[in-house]
C-alpha cells in the first residue's frame, strides 16, 4: 500500500493583492517541493484574501485566467489546492477551492454552503455551488474538498465519503469571534475535525489563514489528522509549512474497523428527508 506526503501552507495573505499572493504560492510550492511533497494545501481564497466585501469585478478570475495558468505551471510533479474568486456566467461569482498538477487544472470546487450569520456574509456575496466530487490524485488516493463551512453542514462530510473519498482538503478562513456570541472557533474547530477524520476514516488536511487584518484575526492552527482523528502535525500563529506522510494501508483499515460510509444506507436517508420535506410543504402557510 502507498503512502502520500502532504503539506499545509498556513500563509499570511495581503488583501486583493494577487501579484503578492501569487509569489507567495509560488515560494511555498517551490519549498514544498523540495522536501518531497506531493500535495500542497492552501488555504480558503488564498490568492485574494478572505475579504467580507471583496470587490469581485476587479479580483474575479476565469479558469483560464494567467495567474491560474501559473499556478497550473509550477505544479510541477506536486498537486496544489489553492483558493480563489471564480468569474461565474451570468454575473455570478464562486469561492473557489482549484487543484493544479503538472500545467493542468484537474478541478475546481465551488463552496456549498455560504455563511450568512455573525460577521460572515459570503451569502450576499457568491453564488453557491452544486458539485462534490472526489479527485484521483494517485493510486488508491481519492481528495474530496470542502472549503470551511461546508465542513459544518453535516450531510456534506457523508456525502463525500459515500462518493469514494480516502482523503478530505478542508481550506478555512476562521478568524475568532467571527461566528460571534462567544463561539469558540479554535475549539469548535478541533471538535469537528477530528470528529469527521474518525467518524469517516478520512485524512484530514485543515489550512487556516494567520494574521490580523483590519478586524479579522485568524488564528492559523492548520492540521494534518490521520484516519482515526490524530494529529499528525498542526502549525501555530504564524505563516508556516507543515508536512505528514499519511499511510493508504492505516485508512482502508479505520474505514474497514468504522465502516460508517458502508452503513450509510442512503435509501433510507433519503427516504427519511422526502418525508421530513413533504411534512414541511404540508404545515407550511
Known amino acids: ?44 481564497l488564498s490568492l485574494t484574501d478572505y475579504l467580507v466585501a ?7 478570475l476565469r479558469p483560464d485566467a494567467n495567474p491560474l495558468a501559473r499556478l ?24 473557489s477551492q482549484g487543484l493544479f498538477r503538472d500545467g493542468r487544472l484537474l478541478a475546481i470546487h465551488r463552496k456549498l454552503n455560504l455563511p450568512g450569520y455573525g460577521a460572515l456574509r459570503e451569502d450576499r456575496v457568491y453564488a453557491r455551488g452544486s458539485g462534490l ?6 493510486a488508491g488516493w481519492h481528495a474530496a474538498t470542502l472549503i470551511c463551512a461546508d465542513a459544518w453542514n453535516p450531510a456534506l462530510p457523508w456525502l463525500a465519503a459515500l462518493g469514494g473519498a480516502s482523503l478530505l482538503l478542508l481550506p478555512a478562513a476562521s478568524a ?23 467518524t469517516y476514516g478520512l485524512p484530514t488536511l485543515f489550512a487556516n489563514h494567520c494574521g490580523r487584518r483590519g478586524g479579522a484575526a485568524f488564528w492559523g492552527g492548520s492540521r494534518i489528522l490521520d484516519a482515526c482523528g ?21 485508512g482502508e483499515a479505520a474505514r474497514r474497523r468504522l465502516p460508517t460510509a458502508r452503513d450509510g444506507d442512503p435509501a433510507l436517508v ?16
Open 176 to 198: 475568532l469571534g467571527a461566528v460571534g456570541n462567544g463561539f469558540d472557533n479554535p475549539r469548535g474547530w478541533e471538535i469537528n475535525l477530528a470528529h469527521t477524520a474518525m
Open 1 to 44: 500500500m502507498s503512502s502520500l506526503k502532504v503539506a499545509i501552507a498556513q500563509i499570511r495573505c495581503e488583501p486583493a493583492e494577487l501579484s503578492a499572493n501569487l509569489a507567495m504560492h509560488l515560494d511555498a510550492i517551490a519549498r514544498a517541493r523540495g522536501l518531497g511533497a506531493e500535495l500542497l494545501l492552501f488555504p480558503e
Open 133 to 138: 466530487a472526489s479527485v484521483e490524485l494517485a
Open 230 to 250: 490524530r494529529e499528525l502535525a498542526r502549525a501555530g500563529e504564524a505563516p508556516e509549512l507543515i508536512m505528514a506522510e499519511l499511510s493508504q494501508a492505516d
Open 54 to 60: 471583496p470587490d469581485c469585478g476587479a479580483l474575479a
Open 270 to 285: 433519503g427516504a427519511l428527508l422526502c418525508s421530513l420535506i413533504s411534512n414541511s410543504e404540508r404545515i407550511s402557510p
Open 72 to 95: 497550473a505551471e509550477a505544479a510541477d510533479g506536486i498537486t496544489v489546492s489553492a483558493g480563489f474568486i471564480e468569474r461565474g456566467e451570468e454575473g455570478r461569482f464562486f469561492n
